[in-house]
């Protein structure tokens, strides 16, 4: 199974109890791997609330992931 | 250059790093940590970033502005971590040879920056309560707009 590396910031990183995790997951997008986190630690946010970033940058929910990938779901942001 | 700053931001260094002799206006913009958010007295702010992508975004939103207005030099900070009333949060800078193109990058900067960086903001009230601005969901308090700095 590919190995995902993800990292959780503010609220996602309070409710998941850990800053970041590697996973060994069938989740083939983002949105799908959003779902199956949230499923398994009852994260608060809906999905279509969170946006999705991938080695770094801003990402499509829906861009396929690949094994080693970096991934960061993005809470509704709240700078200044 | 768009920064994410861990330690207090010195907004008298970062003016000066902008001077040039071809611009003839300088708007700098100052965001505070507020007392106050939708009626509910606030302790402190507790900010997180994302701080590759946030630098990224910065950089980003700070050439977009270079391509709108007729500028000289753009420039932004914001800041992580546990802050007390008063605290500068977020603070833009900007220089253009008129005032002009100076006041509307500024806005243009500082706007962008609140809808797009990935930070987040996390209040803490006189009443011993925390909330994560923006991210209520049903059934739970509603915090929210407008977030309490900038």
Redesign the interface.
Known sequence: MPKIQV?Y???L?EQRGVSAEELATTADTPAALYDELRARHGF???RDRIRA?VN???VDAATPLRDGDRV?F??????? | MFRIATARIDPASLQAALANPRAGACVTFE?WVRNRNEGQPVLSLE????A???E??GEKILSEARGKFSLVAAAGV?RVGHLPLGEL??WVGVTAEHRGAAFDACRYI?DE??????????EHYASGATA????A?RG?HATGNP?T??
């Open positions: 990292q910031f503010a609220i990183r608060s946010l809906p970033a770094d940058a801003f960061v993005i809470p509704p942001v709240a700078g200044g | 965001g900010y997180e970033a994302y590759l992508l946030a990224s975004e914001h949060a977020v500082i920056a609140k809808a797009r960086l990935p930070i987040w903001k996390k994560w601005i923006n991210c969901t739970e977030p700095a900038g």
